[in-house]
């Protein structure tokens, strides 16, 4: 073999070992996290006090979704991972204690999602706290996104129950504050993707 | 040699170089997309085992040989392939559940390079929290065109450069360049010394693709220094080039990305090898030298290559 075969022999080795199968196509699964966020404005004159907000499940899968790019083809499924809840707003003169719950309530099914026992008002001023959360209530938000991922178009209701209120609110000593809830969703999403994997 | 042939072996040459160089970038969108759920501790974890590997092959390949002329000149074109293969220890990692998930125990889940499969585990209340998949990667591997030129009193420079920008597509932007210089000790050693012996330094910067934020995902450092020997040996019309090294050397990446909320996380990782040694072989002929070579560091890995030029090494 003269050198010039030998220089073709050694491009063409280069070129097959170079090209050869280095790119792949694998599916893998990726996780995207959104938070969902309610708005309360509370002006209370009685110690027990009762609130709504609805939040359409669709609606905020399809925002995560967008968010990072993808659509409702590559989910796979969806699930509930914390709850956090907070003041935004206080500025009165002295703190409230409140007692009560927060229930979800799908399909004409209510449960219980989280219990709060004495909970001061200004302690929560600014702070994102954690929820303890009831797991009938976490089945059904997750039961919601199932179905969501089904296909359907699912509405969920947070109510707040407030059972007691220490000093208790009168006319002429309201209680007024603005809180926020939030509730974390993960998706996970099936995406195939072209890498390289060389060796 | 008839001019035809100079252009079809530039031409060849010139489509393997084309092919490899985009590979880190052509990963950096999947990469990103799988890690924009952590931060922190957890992305750190998630992407070592890249680090560690891209740390490892950036610092390779610089020299496959210890002779260096004490004067002439000498010019190759040169494409080293720098692998990893990843072991199972770098497939999983422990992670901690994030978004104040309860209970935080730490869990043991796939890294970047790990199973696709999305790990889930369940806390509190019944609440989920999922850990995303890995990539599925069994290798990493690094093609960088790389320019040798030499030799003045035993020294010969060393430049490593690609550049492009296709942010448009899958294939991404990376910039990549490298500078080093390698000095013949075996001059020194009289007419005939028993073997060559080069010591050299290469420093590297790289980029690579974007952060969806006007920056750079990943911006990365690497050093190295290193001692080599070498000894040439006929073997008819090529001359057999057997080598060995140790190398001290750094890698340091900045890691910056979008997490799920939209909000930038930034975070710093080290390449996990500080001193690396290298046995290899060459052949080198009058217009070319094939090399390949093992490395032996926390992070192992190989290089093998092509330079094209006039560097005949024969006695």
Redesign the interface.
Known sequence: MN??S??SL??????S???GG??DD??????????TVADFAQNETNSSWTKSATLDVGEQVRD?LN??GYDDSDLKSA????M?YGVSSFNQAHDWDISGEITVTYNGNTQT?LNYTSQSVEAALGK?I?A????P???LV?QALDDFVAGQNPVLTFTINNGSTTPSPRVDDPMIFDWRAWL?I?V?LS?E??????? | MPPQVRTTRALVLGFALSLFPGLPAFADTAVQNQVSVYSGPNAVGYLQPLANAFGAALNSSFGYSAFIPRASFHLSLEAPVMGVIFEDEDKTFMATPENGFTPDDPQSVPTVVGDGTAVTVSGGGGAQFAFPGGLDLNSFGLVVPQLRIGAIMGTEALVRWIAFDQSDSDVGKIDLFGIGGRHSLSQYMGEKPLLDLAVGAMWQRVTVGDNGQGGDFVNTKAMSISLQASKRAPLGFLTFEPYAGVAWESFDADISYEDTNGDLQDISLDGGNDMRFTVGAGFNFLIGHLWADYNFANTNNFSFGLALGNVGHAE
Do not use: R, Y
């Open positions: 050198t010039k030998w220089n050694l491009a063409a080795f280069v070129v070992a170079l090209s280095c790119l694998k599916v893998v699964e990726l996780v995207a996290t959104g938070e995560i968010d990072n699930h509930m991972t914390s956090h999602i994102k954690p303890t959360l009831e797991k209530g976490v089945d997750n974390a993960q996970i995406q993707v072209t890498i390289p994997d060389p060796f």
